[in-house]
Each structure stands twice: as C-alpha cells, then as structure tokens.
C-alpha cells in the first residue's frame, strides 16, 4: 500500500497560515485522489478538501473555501494543504488520505490509505 507522511501543523494566532504537507514514498499519487479530513474533540471527522493527481480538480469543503488551498508537487510526490486566514474553529487533527481513484469522495470510509495526522491549533 502506499505509505502518507505528514508534517506541518502547530500553533499559530487566528488570521495566521499554514502549510501541511503529505507525502507518498513506494508509489505515486498519478492515480488517486488525495484528500484533506480534519476531527475536533467530539466532532465527527468532516471533509476539507480534495485534489485529482491527474486532472488536478479541486473540491473544498464552504467552511474553509476562500481560505485553504490543495495543491500537488510532481516533483516530491507530495501533495499540500495551504491553509490562509486560520481561524479557531479550525483547530483540529488534520489528515491526508488517499483512494485509487480520480473521482473524490466525502465520506472518509471511503479513503484506502491514510497519514498519521498533524494538529493544528488556532488560538483567538
């Protein structure tokens, strides 16, 4: 299967960025579709965003939409989550996930291969 790293993540003060990154070593992403979850303390696991490796298609979630930005790099197998204008209510444990397939979904059981998660913490 292939593996996802992620790294990034912290603490920052609301209106602050970051940058998650989620890496793919053994194969590459040329034809999955990676996506972004996050889960708050007793929240439900909720979708953020999505990209297509191949065809580079875009979904995001309203909530974070105008805000946070998935992209890929070709040349490091990675995929990024710029997150922009943070706000506290996007504190959460943030997760890349992976399916072979172009098509994304929503629905998190629907991911085969998953990272280890990074926090990410806005404070007010």
Not at 30 to 59: D, H, L
Not at 102 to 115: A, F, H, M, Q, V
Request: glycine share 8%; aromatic share 14%; net charge neutral.
């Amino acid at each position: 299967q292939v593996p996802l790293v992620q790294s990034g993540g912290g603490l920052v003060q609301a209106g602050d960025s970051l940058r998650l990154s989620c890496a793919a070593s053994g194969r590459t992403f040329s034809s999955y579709a990676i996506a972004w979850f996050r889960q708050a303390p007793g929240k439900e696991r909720e979708f953020v965003a999505a990209v297509s490796w191949s065809g580079g298609s875009t979904w995001y979630a309203d909530s974070v939409k105008g805000r946070f930005t998935s992209s890929r790099d070709n040349a490091k197998n990675t995929v990024h989550l710029q997150m922009n204008s943070l706000k506290p209510e996007d504190t959460a444990v943030y997760y890349c996930a992976a399916r072979l397939t172009t098509y994304y979904s929503e629905d998190y059981s629907d991911y085969e291969y998953w990272g280890q998660g990074t926090q990410v913490t806005v404070s007010s």
